[in-house]
């Protein structure tokens, strides 16, 4: 019983560890037409949640997210885009894709 009691405690006392995508990532975004954009974020982290800017051919947009393992969830200007962003797992860079919706 002693021993189920520290485990248990010790579990309760360690906290996730995340990925820290914190920092100016400046991106390279290869569009379905050929051309490619070059937008930067500029991110802040709290645990799981993410903040920060978009700075691109798209506009000047701010940025809400997750980060849950290696996997990276934004969404720019209230939802008006959504990006999923796989981290490689050195942490230097990320790839993945964006969807903009139709307006």
């Known amino acids: 019983m002693t021993r189920l009691f520290l485990v248990l405690l010790i579990l309760s006392l360690v906290r996730p560890i ?3 995508v914190s920092g100016t990532w400046n991106c390279i975004v290869d569009w379905k037409d050929g051309t490619q954009g070059r937008p930067v974020f500029v991110l802040q982290q709290k645990d799981e949640k993410i903040s920060g800017t978009y700075a691109g051919g798209l506009g000047r947009f701010s940025v809400l997210g997750t980060i849950k393992g290696n ?8 939802g008006r885009m959504h990006v999923n962003v796989t981290i490689i797992k050195d942490g230097q860079s990320m790839t993945g894709t964006a969807r903009v919706p139709k307006e």
């Open 71 to 78: 996997d990276l969830e934004m969404d720019l200007d209230g």
């Open 18 to 20: 995340y990925l820290d």
